[in-house]
T-cell receptor, first 113, second 111 residues
């Protein structure tokens, strides 16, 4: 398996633009997580899905953020409109319950100018 | 609300030393605890996973312990090497599988 695949690896966008981050979890994993990492706040859980259903989105900072998981092999995190304070590394992770643990993607480094 | 704290925030040691990284959490009702390694500009690599019913896990020169009742975990690294230099993150999993991370310990092993 190629692991958790995120795209793009880097994104530079202007304030006010829409940004879409993509994630392909490991085949067979039934949970998917979106995290954001910044120097100040560390790794924060934004939202997670179980069997494609959003379980907890309390970590989503604002209504500008939305996430979808239309099927078991794909998820998106969208920011609209983007702001400079959204600049961070966004990680996607997937797991199969608590037995196997978590596998993280390589992350998307987002810069909003 | 679960909070995870890691001490120290940074650590610098000479090569060959044994060292201990500490992690504490406020809510003992956890499903499991994981230690991750993160290299600069990279993603996270899982090192060790300890189930809530376990006391420790070992992998090579790494040993992680878990004391749920006191809300503590330690990561022991034996005979440290320069290649061990990275940030080490502790994370606890709730019943829904969501991970809550500490801010990490940045380790530097000097040759």
């Amino acid at each position: 398996d190629a692991g958790v695949i995120q795209s793009p690896r880097h994104e530079v966008t202007e304030m006010g633009q829409e940004v879409t981050l993509r994630c392909k979890p490991i085949s067979g994993h039934n949970s998917l997580f979106w995290y954001r990492q910044t120097m100040m706040r560390g790794l924060e859980l934004l939202i997670y899905f179980n069997n494609n259903v959003p379980i907890d989105d309390s970590g989503m900072p604002e209504d500008r953020f939305s996430a979808k998981m239309p099927n078991a092999s794909f998820s998106t995190l969208k920011i609209q409109p983007s702001e400079p304070r959204d600049s961070a590394v966004y990680f996607c992770a997937s797991s199969l319950g608590d037995i196997i643990g978590y596998t993280f993607g390589s992350g998307t480094r987002l810069t909003v100018v | 609300k679960q909070e995870v704290t890691q001490i120290p925030a940074a650590l610098s040691v000479p090569e060959g030393e044994n060292l201990v990284l500490n992690c504490s959490f406020t809510d003992s009702a956890i499903y499991n605890l994981q230690w991750f390694r993160q290299d600069p500009g990279k993603g996270l690599t899982s090192l060790l996973l300890i189930q809530s019913s376990q006391r420790e896990q070992t992998s090579g020169r790494l040993n992680a312990s878990l004391d749920k009742s006191s809300g503590r975990s330690t990561l022991y690294i034996a005979a440290s090497q320069p290649g061990d230099s990275a940030t080490y993150l502790c994370a606890v999993a709730g019943s829904q599988g969501n991970l809550i991370f500490g801010k990490g310990t940045k380790l530097s092993v000097k040759p």
